[in-house]
C-alpha cells in the first residue's frame, strides 16, 4: 500500500541547493509542499503572472512604486540641478564675464591701432552719430 | 569790491608778469629758481580763487563782472566775469598747476625757460576761458591752451612725443573747425556771441533756423568732446599724455582736458537748458567714456596709459552728470571735476616718483615697490580708492551725487551702468596696483627707495587734500543744502 | 556777386586741396598764397574789406614770403619729399577726384539756390574803436597767441646740442 505522506516527507526533506526558485516548475520538496505538483508558496503565481499586475510587479521590484526611492531621486535631481546652476553661475564669474571683458579689451585695442588715419576717421564717424541723434525724429 | 577786483586781476596778469620776470632775470639764476616762479603764481591762484570765493559767498553774490583794461564806466567794457563755478575751476588750475611744477623741479632738467614760459600762456588760456562772457573768446583763449599743450607735449622732441603731440594738433584742428563753425552759424542766428544774448535764441526760432541751432549744437558738442577726450573722440589722449613729460601729462589729464573741454560742454548745457538731445548726446558719449576707458585701461602695461584711459573713463562720469540737467547733476560734475583732479594728479605724481627712483614705467618690470616706496604706495592707494568711488574720499562723494542726479532725474538704468563701471574701475586700478606695489620684488629692484623733495611733498599734500576733501565733504552738502541748491 | 562768391569758393577748394597735396614743397606755398588770395576776394565781395586787406597782405604776401625764405634755406630736395610718398602711387589722382567732387556739390548749390552769406553792414564805429573799446579780451588772447607762436618756433626748431 502507498504511503504517500512518507513519500511527501522525504521528498521534503531535500534542500534545494538554489533556494527554491525551482519552485515554479514545483518540483522542489520542502515543508508544506506535497509531490510534483506547484506548491503552496507558488499557489499565488497565477495571480502575480497576471496580466496588468505583472507589470506592476516588475515595477515593485524596480523600486517604481517605492515612494523613499522616489524621495531619493527627487532630491538627486535636486541636488544635480542646483550643481549645474552653481558650475553655470562660477563660469559666468570666473570664465564668461573676464572672457567678455578681456574679448571686448583686445578687440577695442586692436581697433585702437595708433594710426592718425584711424583717429580722424574715428572723429568724422562720431560727428555723424552725434547728427543722427540731433536730428533723427 | 576792490579787493575783489585785484583778486580777479591775478588770474590774468600775474601769470603775464611771470613771463616778464621769466624771461628778463638772468638765465642761470630762472633755470634754478624756475620752479620757486611758478609754484608762487600757483599758489597765488589758489589763494585769489579761495578769497574770491569767501568774498563772494560773505556778499552774496552770484556773479561779479570786472574789465583788466579799460574803464568799467563804459557800456559793454566789462569782459570777464567770476562765478562760483568758474572759481572752484580757477582752484583747481591753481592746485594742478602746483603739482606739475613741484613735478617739473625733479623731471624737467633743460628747457626750464620754456617750460615756465608755456605753462604761464597755459594758465592764461585757461583762466581766460572759464572767466569771459563771450562765445568767440572762449574760442581764441582754447586755441591759446590748444597751442600751449601741443608745444609742452612736444617739449623735449623725442620721437614718441612729436607723434603724440602731431596727432593732438591734427584732431584738435577738427575740434578748432567744428567749433568755429558752429559760432559762425550761432552768430548768423543772433548777431552776437555773448552769452546773455544766446540764452533764449531757441525759443523765438522756427523749423530751418532750429534746425541750425541744432547743427551749431551737435558742432559743438563735437568739438569740446574732442578737447575733452571723450569716447569716440578719445583717441589722440593716450599717446599725448603717455609721450609727455610727466609733468606735461599732470596738466593734460589733471586740467587740460577738464578746461578745454568740460567747460566747454558745461556752457553748452548751461546756455541751451532743457535741450533733450544735448542731454541724450552727453549721456551716450558719457557711457561710451566710461565703459571703453576702463575695458582699455584693462589691457595697458604702461603706467601712464592705465591713467590715461582711467582719465577717459572718469571724463564719461562728469559727462553723465552734466546731462541730467538738474542742479544735483551740475553740482557733481563739478565735484567730480575737483576730486578727479586731486586723484588724477597723485596717479601722475606716483609715475613720477616710479620713474625716477625705478627707472621704467613698465608694470610688468616692478612688483613689491610698497616697503620701499611706502608713500608713494600709500598716495597711490588713496588715489585708486578715490578713484574707485570708496568713502569716505573725495571721489566717494562726487559719484554718489552724479549716481543719485541720475536715478532723481528718470535715468535710472544709467545709474546702474555708472554703478557697475566703478567695478572696472577697480579692476584696472588693483590690477596696477597689484603689479606694481605688491607682490614679490624684482631682483634689481631690491636697492630702490622713496623718492624725495617736490614729488613727495606733492604726493602726501594731495593724499591729504583727497582725504580732507571726502571726510568734510558733508559740510558743503549742508551748506548746498542752506542756499536750496540741493 | 553770387557769380563770383561760387567761382571763388571752387577755385578756394582747389588751391586748399592742391597745397595739402602737392609733394613740392614750393608748389604747397604758392597754392596756399593763391588760396588766401581767393579768400580775401571773397570776403571783399561780402563786404569786409579791412578783413580781406589783412588776408591778402598778410597771409597771402608776407606769410608766403616766409615759407618760400624757410623752404629756399632748408634745401629739402624735391626728390627727397617724393622718396616719401613713392608708395602711395594709387593716390596720385586723389587731388583731382576731390577737386571735381568739390566742384559737383559747388554747381548743385549754385543750381538749387542755396543760401549765400548776406553781404555785412556797415558799421557807424570804426573798428579799431570797437576792438578796443569791445573786444578787449579777445586782444589780450591775440597777442597771447602771438606770444605762443614765437614760443613755438624756438622750442621746436631750435638745434639739438647734442
Same mark, same amino acid.
Given at each position: 500500500m502507498d504511503r504517500p505522506e512518507k513519500v511527501g516527507i522525504r521528498r521534503c526533506a531535500r534542500i534545494p541547493s538554489d533556494g527554491g526558485s525551482r519552485g515554479q516548475r514545483g518540483d522542489v520538496a520542502h515543508a508544506g509542499r506535497a509531490g510534483r505538483a506547484p506548491g503552496a508558496l507558488d499557489c499565488c503565481d497565477h495571480i502575480r503572472n497576471a496580466p496588468v499586475i505583472r507589470n506592476l510587479y516588475g515595477w515593485a521590484e524596480k523600486g517604481y512604486l517605492d515612494p523613499y526611492q522616489w524621495l531619493v531621486s527627487l532630491v538627486g535631481a535636486y541636488g544635480s540641478l542646483c550643481t549645474r546652476v552653481e558650475h553655470g553661475v562660477s563660469w559666468v564669474y570666473d570664465k564668461g564675464v573676464p572672457g567678455l571683458v578681456k574679448g571686448t579689451g583686445n578687440a577695442l585695442s586692436r581697433f585702437v591701432n595708433g594710426r592718425l588715419s584711424r583717429y580722424l576717421y574715428l572723429v568724422v564717424v562720431g560727428l555723424i552719430l552725434l547728427l543722427i541723434l540731433f536730428f533723427a525724429k | 569790491m576792490n579787493y575783489l577786483n585785484y583778486a580777479a586781476a591775478v588770474f590774468l596778469l600775474i601769470p603775464i608778469a611771470a613771463i616778464a620776470i621769466n624771461n628778463i632775470c638772468p638765465k642761470p639764476y630762472m633755470k634754478k629758481n624756475f620752479h620757486t616762479l611758478t609754484g608762487t603764481v600757483a599758489v597765488f591762484q589758489i589763494a585769489a580763487a579761495a578769497y574770491a570765493l569767501c568774498a563772494m559767498n560773505a556778499n552774496g553774490l552770484t556773479a561779479y563782472d570786472f574789465s583788466? &583794461?579799460?574803464?568799467? /564806466?563804459?557800456?559793454?567794457? =566789462?569782459?570777464f566775469r567770476l562765478t562760483p563755478v568758474s572759481l572752484i575751476f580757477l582752484l583747481c588750475i591753481g592746485m594742478v598747476a602746483f603739482v606739475s611744477v613741484a613735478v617739473a623741479s625733479k623731471t624737467?632738467?633743460?628747457?626750464r625757460i620754456s617750460y615756465v614760459n608755456l605753462l604761464m600762456t597755459m594758465l592764461i588760456g585757461m583762466n581766460g576761458m572759464v572767466l569771459v562772457k563771450d562765445l568767440f573768446t572762449l574760442y581764441v583763449f582754447l586755441d591759446v591752451v590748444g597751442i600751449s599743450s601741443f608745444v609742452l607735449i612736444s617739449l623735449f622732441r623725442s620721437t614718441k612725443a612729436l607723434e603724440g603731440s602731431v596727432k593732438y594738433l591734427v584732431i584738435s584742428e577738427f575740434a578748432t573747425i567744428f567749433i568755429l563753425t558752429a559760432l559762425a552759424f550761432i552768430f548768423m542766428q543772433t548777431g552776437s556771441l555773448a552769452y546773455q544774448d544766446i540764452?533764449?535764441? &531757441?525759443?523765438? =526760432?522756427d523749423g530751418s533756423q532750429k534746425n541750425l541751432i541744432y547743427l551749431s549744437i551737435a558742432l559743438l558738442i563735437a568739438g569740446f568732446s574732442i578737447k575733452a577726450g571723450a569716447?569716440?573722440?578719445?583717441?589722440w589722449l593716450p599717446d599725448a599724455h603717455q609721450s609727455a613729460d610727466t609733468a606735461v601729462s599732470i596738466l593734460l589729464s589733471g586740467i587740460v582736458i577738464k578746461i578745454a573741454g568740460v567747460y566747454g560742454l558745461f556752457m553748452v548745457v548751461s546756455l541751451f537748458p532743457g535741450v533733450r538731445a544735448v542731454q541724450i548726446a552727453l549721456a551716450a558719449i558719457g557711457v561710451a567714456s566710461i565703459l571703453t576707458g576702463a575695458l582699455l585701461a584693462l589691457r595697458q602695461t604702461h603706467f601712464k596709459r592705465i591713467v590715461a584711459y582711467s582719465s577717459v573713463s572718469q571724463i564719461g562720469y562728469i559727462l553723465l552728470g552734466l546731462s541730467c540737467g538738474t542742479t544735483v547733476g551740475l553740482i557733481g560734475a563739478v565735484a567730480h571735476v575737483f576730486s578727479h583732479a586731486a586723484f588724477k594728479t597723485t596717479l601722475f605724481s606716483n609715475a613720477a616718483a616710479l620713474h625716477e627712483?625705478?627707472?621704467?614705467?613698465?608694470?610688468? /618690470?616692478?612688483?613689491?615697490?610698497q616697503s620701499r616706496m611706502p608713500v608713494t604706495s600709500l598716495s597711490s592707494v588713496v588715489a585708486f580708492l578715490s578713484t574707485a568711488g570708496i568713502?569716505?574720499? =573725495?571721489g566717494f562723494w562726487s559719484k554718489l551725487l552724479i549716481i543719485i542726479a541720475l536715478w532723481t532725474s528718470g535715468s535710472a538704468v544709467l545709474g546702474g551702468v555708472a554703478l557697475i563701471a566703478s567695478i572696472f574701475t577697480c579692476a584696472y586700478l588693483l590690477r596696477l596696483q597689484k603689479k606694481v606695489f605688491f607682490g614679490e620684488t624684482p631682483e634689481h629692484l631690491k636697492n630702490v627707495t622713496e623718492v624725495k623733495g617736490g614729488i613727495k611733498f606733492v604726493e602726501i599734500a594731495l593724499t591729504v587734500i583727497t582725504s580732507a576733501t571726502g571726510i568734510l565733504f558733508p559740510l558743503v552738502l549742508i551748506y548746498l543744502q542752506s542756499r536750496g541748491l540741493i | 556777386m553770387e557769380v563770383i562768391i561760387y567761382i571763388c569758393l571752387a577755385l578756394l577748394l582747389s588751391f586748399c586741396i592742391l597745397a595739402a597735396m602737392s609733394q613740392s614743397l614750393l608748389k604747397s606755398a604758392i597754392f596756399l598764397a593763391f588760396a588766401s588770395a581767393t579768400l580775401g576776394v571773397i570776403l571783399f565781395v561780402l563786404g569786409a574789406p579791412w578783413a580781406a586787406v589783412i588776408e591778402v597782405s598778410a597771409c597771402s604776401g608776407l606769410v608766403t614770403v616766409i615759407f618760400i625764405s624757410a623752404i629756399s634755406l632748408s634745401r629739402i630736395k624735391k626728390e627727397e619729399v617724393q622718396k616719401l610718398y613713392?608708395?602711395?602711387?594709387?593716390?596720385?589722382y586723389l587731388p583731382y577726384i576731390l577737386i571735381i567732387a568739390g566742384i559737383v556739390i559747388i554747381v548743385a548749390a549754385l543750381a538749387g539756390s542755396v543760401a549765400l552769406p548776406g553781404t555785412a553792414v556797415e558799421s557807424t564805429e570804426d573798428f579799431r574803436e570797437v576792438f578796443w573799446n569791445s573786444r578787449q579780451a579777445d586782444i589780450l588772447g591775440q597777442i597771447v597767441s602771438i606770444l605762443i607762436g614765437g614760443i613755438a618756433v624756438y622750442v621746436l626748431m631750435r638745434e639739438s646740442k647734442d
Open positions: - | 583788466i &583794461l579799460s574803464n568799467l /564806466k563804459i557800456t559793454g567794457s =566789462a569782459l624737467v632738467e633743460s628747457m540764452g533764449g535764441v &531757441l525759443e523765438g =526760432a569716447v569716440p573722440f578719445h583717441s627712483q625705478v627707472g621704467t614705467l613698465d608694470i610688468d /618690470k616692478m612688483g613689491g615697490l568713502p569716505p574720499f =573725495a | 613713392a608708395d602711395k602711387k594709387q593716390m596720385k
